[in-house]
């Protein structure tokens, strides 16, 4: 794997797992795992269940554990559907350098 497509599997892992765990558009992913609740401006999770289901609710609430399998995941398909797999990082890629740069536009004009 060249340099390139190293930096752009990273930007769409970073991407991919916060969509996973934190974005409102997948709460439906998280909502059979765990319950979300604000208190004085931060958000809460309680996680539901026992066994596999407490598992998952405890995967899905955890950016590190996350990514690990949002990295494998986007680089097994890397590897072996690239014609598939190459379109969602490239976007997921994008998004996730775009996110960032917002980040740093926004601490810039605080």
Do not use: N
Request: charged share 15%.
């Amino acid at each position: 794997m060249d340099v390139f497509h190293f930096f752009l599997l990273c930007a769409a892992s970073f991407r991919f797992t916060r969509l996973i765990v934190y974005d409102r558009i997948t709460s439906f992913l998280r909502a059979p795992f765990h319950d979300e609740f604000e208190q004085d401006g931060e958000t809460y999770i309680v996680i539901k269940g026992t066994g596999i289901r407490r598992w998952i609710g405890e995967l899905l609430s955890c950016h590190w554990c996350t990514g690990i399998w949002c990295a494998a995941g986007l680089y097994v398909g890397m590897v072996y559907a690239p014609s598939i797999f190459m379109p969602l990082v490239s976007v997921l890629a994008i998004a996730g350098i775009a996110a960032l740069m917002e980040m740093v536009v926004q601490k810039w004009s605080e």
